[in-house]
């Protein structure tokens, strides 16, 4: 496949010094080269920003950007949307892996099968676990009314698309990724989930009981279509 189509992958961090060096690299020795990094340092008080500072020296395709005050993962990502210069948008967590093939394989599938977005399964790094959250044999019609089909993480989008229905639903400030999907599939929007392991996650079932709590809560909101209280 020809890497005529850049990719912009969105990485936001707060204090992930011990993990974000991994995330970065697996990122820049993908086998899809045409790639720019954006990564926002969302106000660490640990070594975060110094190290993807190092990267961004050392990369021309790494861009760094730092907010202020922590504003959290929902307004990060956009402001990474604003900034980003690709036809495809990819999502990366900073204490996750992409496998190398990851982007080639997404992007040829969005490419080939004429499609909006991609995700794919994932492993859990902690448990060694295959972990999908769209079944394939539960009613798309219904699956959001149950929870949300995909990981965040391994999302590949066209940016037109994430553009068209506002990026993130900053009122989401947990759950955002939730609120994501059930846009796009609410405007019906063309996906694909594929089977392969993509995408090695230390995040999968891996919050404090209190943001359990607030994810749960911001869930709801999306599944009875109101509008969250704000709290965090």
Known sequence: ??????????????????????????????????????????????????????????????????????????????????NASGEFIARQDADDISIRERIENQVNCIIMNKLDFCTSRALNIKSGKAFQRLSYYFPRKLIFKYKNPFIHGTLVIKKSVIKNIGGYDERFYYAQDYKLFHDLMKSGYKFKNLKQILYHSNTINNISSNKKDLQSYYAYCVKSNTVPDGRK
């Open 1 to 82: 496949m020809t890497e005529k189509y850049l990719v912009s992958v969105l990485m936001s961090t707060f204090n992930n010094q011990n993990t974000i060096g991994k995330a970065i690299e697996s990122i820049i020795n993908q086998t899809y080269q045409n790639i720019e990094l954006l990564i926002m340092d969302d106000c660490s008080n640990d070594e975060t920003f110094k190290i993807i500072s190092n990267y961004s020296a050392k990369h021309e395709n790494i861009k760094i950007f730092q907010n202020n005050i922590n504003v959290g993962l929902t307004r990060s990502l956009n402001i990474l949307i604003d």
